[in-house]
RNA sequence: GCCGGUGUAGCUCAGCCUGGCAGAGCAGCGGCCUUUUAAGCCGAGGGUCCAGGGUUCGAAUCCCUGCGCCGGCACCA
């Protein structure tokens, strides 16, 4: 078949039919046959689309000899049809064939009709089938289709430009982690894929456009696990003029408006605990709930390592102050805070990138908003200062010297471009692979991505 | 990389503990049935029990190795 023109959906012959008994004008609908019951001189049988599934009839009286033809249609044939949508003697919505067409036939089976198709290696490597056996699979990917549209729409109407920017870098920054690397022939040019998308952006603040966002893929070189594949998506945008006050009073009406355009309540479930993002969204200082969680006092705290290590924070000798706190904060505090929380003031450390706090150089401006345990959003108060940047970037390399792991490279590029002069800015970083997770309480990434990575099927 | 679980028909699953003919339902095939809703009834068929090795008279079952998948840890600030 070139082509078949369908004059309806199955939702909308529904519509066609509405409240009445039909016989309706005729509808021609396309679709896949799905269950088929009954085979004396009336044969049921169930058609979905993109947007439903409506009952179909055939009748020996009607169709003659083509109902032998319809009688060897198997489950998972694409068909077109047509014929008056009624109501049967059962009150279903029918279409009555009186005309059909084989589109295109279906050599595999269809999973089980009643369970569907459960295992979950099966549902990852032939997602194609999952698709079309597991209606709450597809209603997943709309609702990721939805969040990620209403992402845009709030950027946009914010007045963000929504840019992109390379994949492929020479110096994969912005971030610590372990790039994939490639090559390019032509140019005999080692390349990294991107793991963030930052310096860039940030580089198009310092040109002049003030209010930047990219949706963007980006790939991290690490392990698999419930939350993370080697590739996924980042929103990040970046405002002149801001600091990261003023990003948490955005996202306090950014996650709101993503949550609608999931079609969501901000007082929501995630695997059956109840999180309300209905904002303001509490604030509170690093430091702040590490004592709360474990009675330490990180400013005050002689002997860090040691009060860490009584409190079952084990670390390495000599490992900077930073680092130390940021142990214990991941290893005793992070999950515990299940409601949407502002952890703000991170150590300077850890956050070369973020723009050190007046009031005590240890500690930077930056905030991650965690819920249900986990980093939703990671966002700075930006380091503009050329002079202390390239400081941060030594002190860095000097650190993983000395401590191993991944560190953040030196890009002179970047540098160069902060020695233009970059404004006062506030960043913003988002996982949206792990919001939509949230949005769509789905516990694994590998269910919000259609074709998550996979091993080598044996 | 480490630890634990798991892998049986196209699909959903029993059988494994306690070794003894490879099972059911759905799907497919043949037959019956003109208003079904996981339709029903009758009949026949369908297997690399993940792979390889071992123990045993005999292995889906017990043991070892490898692989895939799931979870945890590590990595991922």
Redesign the pocket.
């Known amino acids: 078949m070139r082509s078949f023109h369908r004059t309806h959906t199955t939702t909308a012959a529904r519509h066609a039919l509405g409240d009445g008994e039909g016989p309706t004008d005729p509808v021609t609908l396309a679709g896949r046959l799905m269950?088929?019951?009954?085979?004396?001189?009336?044969t049921?049988a169930?058609l979905q689309d993109g947007t439903g599934r409506l009952?179909l009839?055939a009748?020996?009286?009607e169709l003659a000899d083509a109902y032998e033809a319809f009688l060897?249609l198997?489950?998972g044939d694409l068909l077109g049809v047509t014929g008056p949508v009624?109501r049967?003697?059962?009150?279903?919505v029918?279409v009555?064939v009186n005309k059909f067409q084989l589109l295109s036939k279906a050599l595999?089976?269809?999973?089980?009709?009643?369970?569907?198709?459960?295992?979950?290696?099966?549902r990852?490597?032939r997602r194609h089938v999952d698709l079309i056996?597991n209606p709450d699979v597809r209603d997943v990917f709309v609702a990721r289709t939805r969040i990620i549209s209403g992402l845009r729409r709030f950027m946009d109407s914010q007045g963000f430009l929504e840019v992109e920017t390379p994949v492929l870098q020479e110096v994969p920054g912005g971030?610590?982690?372990?790039p994939f690397k490639t090559h390019h022939n032509a140019l005999d040019l080692d390349l990294y894929l991107r793991i963030a998308l930052e310096l860039h952006l940030k580089r198009l603040i310092v040109g002049g456009l003030e209010k930047v966002y990219e949706v963007g893929r980006v790939f991290?070189n690490?392990?698999?696990?419930?939350?993370?594949n080697p590739e996924f998506t980042m929103l990040e945008s970046y405002e002149a003029y801001a600091d990261y006050d003023d990003v948490m009073r955005f996202l306090e009406e950014l996650l709101p408006a993503t949550i609608e355009s999931a079609g969501k309540e901000p007082d929501l479930e995630y695997q059956g605990e109840r999180l309300d993002f209905a904002p303001p969204y509490r604030r509170a200082r690093m430091a702040d709930l590490i004592r709360e969680a474990t009675g330490i006092d990180v400013l005050t705290e002689p002997d860090l390592a040691a009060a860490a290590a009584k409190a079952g924070v084990d670390v390495q000798a000599n490992l900077p102050w930073g680092?130390i706190v940021?142990?214990i904060y991941?290893k005793k505090v992070e999950t515990g805070l299940r409601q949407p929380t502002f952890v703000m003031d991170?150590p300077l450390d850890?956050?070369?990138?973020a723009r050190k706090r007046e009031d005590d150089p240890r500690f930077v401006e930056r905030f991650e908003l965690v819920a249900a345990g986990r980093e939703l959003c990671?966002a700075f108060t930006e380091l503009t200062d050329p002079v202390d940047q390239r400081e941060r970037f030594l002190a860095q390399e000097a650190t993983f010297k000395a401590f191993?792991?991944?560190t953040h490279p030196m890009d002179e590029d970047y540098l160069v471009a902060l020695e233009q002069g970059m404004p006062p800015t506030g960043g913003l970083g988002i996982g949206v692979d792990r919001l939509v997770m949230l949005l769509t309480d789905q516990?694994?990434i590998?269910d919000v991505l259609f074709f998550?990575q996979?091993?080598?099927?044996?």
């Open positions: 269950v088929k019951r009954w085979s004396g001189g009336v049921f169930e009952q009839m009748r020996r009286d060897d198997d489950p009624i049967s003697r059962r009150g279903e029918t009555d595999r089976p269809l999973p089980e009709k009643w369970h569907g198709l459960k295992d979950v290696e099966q990852y490597r056996a971030g610590l982690a372990r991290r690490e392990g698999l696990s419930p939350r993370h680092f940021m142990e991941e991170y850890v956050s070369p990138l990671n191993g792991g991944e516990a694994s590998r998550p996979m091993r080598l099927a044996h």
